[in-house]
């Protein structure tokens, strides 16, 4: 039988307190007080700084999948606490000032956020930024607009070898060209994605880009290499290269725009990752078998937290709610 844990002899003092800090950004409320409340407590010396890279690498490898105590709120430090109930969210300027101040005293979070569960430096850079579960529509020029997905990061660009265009930093978006007297570009990884009158989604993952064209065509350039996409028509690219262009159902890669996150016998442990850009928190698996599992649901994204419910009721999995929005399935 498993003894009792006594969190005194599983971590120093400074590693325990640098995970209190991981677990209250990682909760997706973090404000600009504890941003620069962080920032001191990582300059402090050199030892607080690496315990904080420490603690946002376990929370990388492992996620939530420590012990209870570890992410016990009541102990969060007294500073953050009182930060956090009198001060707003920080604006995208004053929020990258202190993580680029972090990442200068040492705080490895700020350039690369554990599990992405807060945004990257590129993206607070961003010109236009969509929050969790927010969608929105920008309007470039005329009858040219990008509808933005959750967790979606653009930077304008506005002249891009003689067409307007945007960078897609990360996340997805739609946009629609039609009606347009010239070109338009998304550059997205080491790719550009040139149209002239069309519509077309864009989905960058920071790894793999995948292109949907829905009407018109599109052109497709990277090092070397050029590809024409036809309407109803999917490619996926990487470092790697091109993938075999697919067929797809345009209403299916347009569902989020109309609210509903639809899945049609799709693994669980990558339904669970798409879950997981529309809510705060996260979702995490345990169980690979359980990730095997092929996935069938059809729901509206404003009632994205009653998925874990169907989850557990068709796969009889087993369901800890942690703080923070955390949950876990074994």
Known sequence: MRGTIEPDKMLAPLDR???????????????????????????????????????????????????????????????????????????????????MSMAAAGAYVAVQPPLGVWPSLAELAADWRTDTGEQRRIVVADHI????????????????????????????????????????????GDGRISAGQARFNVRYDGTAVSVSCLEGQVSIARPDTVRTLPAQRQILYSHQGFRPATSIDPEMVTAWQNGLLIFQAMPLAQ????????????????????????????????????????????????????????????
Do not use: C
Request: proline share 3%.
């Open 17 to 99: 307190e640098a995970q209190y800090w991981v677990m209250r950004f990682a909760a997706g409320e973090a404000t600009s007080a504890d941003l620069d409340s962080l920032k001191h407590w990582a300059a402090r010396s050199p030892a607080h700084a690496q315990a904080f890279t420490r603690a946002t690498r376990l929370w990388e490898t492992v996620g939530q999948a420590a012990e209870p105590w570890m992410i016990d709120q009541a102990a969060l430090p007294a500073r953050a606490e009182k930060a956090a109930r009198v001060h707003r969210p920080p604006g995208r300027r004053a929020f990258l000032a202190g993580a």
């Open 145 to 188: 607009s990008i509808d933005m997905n959750t967790q979606t990061s653009v930077a304008v660009r506005s002249k891009i070898a003689q067409a307007h265009g945007i960078e897609l930093i990360a996340g997805e978006a739609s946009i629609s060209t039609t009606g347009a007297t010239s070109s338009f570009t998304v550059i997205a």
């Open 271 to 330: 339904a669970i990752d798409e879950i997981n850009r529309y809510r705060r928190g996260r979702i995490i698996l345990m169980n690979a078998e359980l990730g095997r599992r092929l996935f069938n649901a059809r729901f509206r994204i404003e009632n994205v937290d009653g998925v874990v419910d169907q989850i557990q009721q068709i796969f009889g999995a087993r369901v800890t709610s942690l703080p923070g929005g955390i949950v876990l399935l074994s």
